[in-house]
Antibody
């Protein structure tokens, strides 16, 4: 079955960077994109961006442009999300999700377990 | 401010039916498929409905989805206490070139 396994919780200071990993199994990695979604305390789900596991093309949410980078390593079926210049309101649980594609409404059919990133001085 | 509009909360008694609305525009719901997710904080969100009205395997037929114009609706019948969660609609917005979510609806089963 499809599984997405994320790296563990992180605590970072404002201004630092964080890199979260998402290891996929149970399907052909290159056939689907990976989206990253976060949920801050008391807030709703927020889409951060998407990366093609086929060719590495990316599409980032406008508000995160310049601070976020998404990459993949097809040799290990792993996706990565790096967020730089962290601020306190980046404190959230970060999820990776398998993306069925924008032509299918960008539905996310499998999700990682989530990675808590806490930004605090 | 979310691109898609959902009611903040809905409630109903066990065994009853509830509907959750999701309103958008011609650049998102009016032009794309809608998905619905169930999320309990501390767990991974779960896909309930995709492509407006399709259920992934393992999702009971108590959950249903529909779309008309620029709005979509999630229906849940035979409510159980285990259905208490936050529910989100989502779709693709062609003007933003971005996936978008509603603000979420908290379901309380009284």
């Amino acid at each position: 079955q499809v599984q997405l396994e994320q790296s563990g919780a992180e605590v970072k200071k404002p201004g630092a960077s964080v890199k979260v990993s998402c290891k996929a199994s149970g399907y052909t990695f290159s056939k689907y994109g990976i989206s990253w979604v976060r949920r801050a305390p008391g807030q709703g789900l927020e889409w951060m961006g998407w990366i093609s596991a086929y060719n590495g093309n990316t599409n980032y949410a406008e508000k995160l442009q310049g601070r976020v980078t998404m990459t993949t390593d097809t040799s290990t079926s792993t996706a990565y999300m790096e967020l730089r210049r962290l601020k306190s309101d980046d404190t959230a649980v970060y999820y990776c999700a398998r993306d069925l594609g924008f032509w299918r409404g960008s539905a996310f059919d499998s999700w990682g377990q989530g990675t808590l990133v806490t930004v605090s001085s | 401010q979310s691109v898609l509009t959902q009611p903040p909360s809905v409630s109903a008694a066990p065994g009853q039916k509830v509907t959750i609305s999701c309103s958008g525009s011609s650049s998102n719901i009016g032009n794309s498929y809608v998905s619905w997710y169930q999320h309990l904080p501390g767990t991974a969100p779960k896909l309930l409905i995709y492509e407006n009205n399709l259920r992934p395997s393992g999702i009971p037929d108590r959950f249903s989805g529909s779309k008309s114009g620029t709005s979509a609706t999630l229906g849940i019948t035979g409510l159980q206490t285990g259905d208490e969660a936050d529910y989100y609609c989502g779709t693709w917005d062609s003007s933003l070139s971005a996936a978008v979510f509603g603000g979420g609806t908290k379901l309380t089963v009284l």
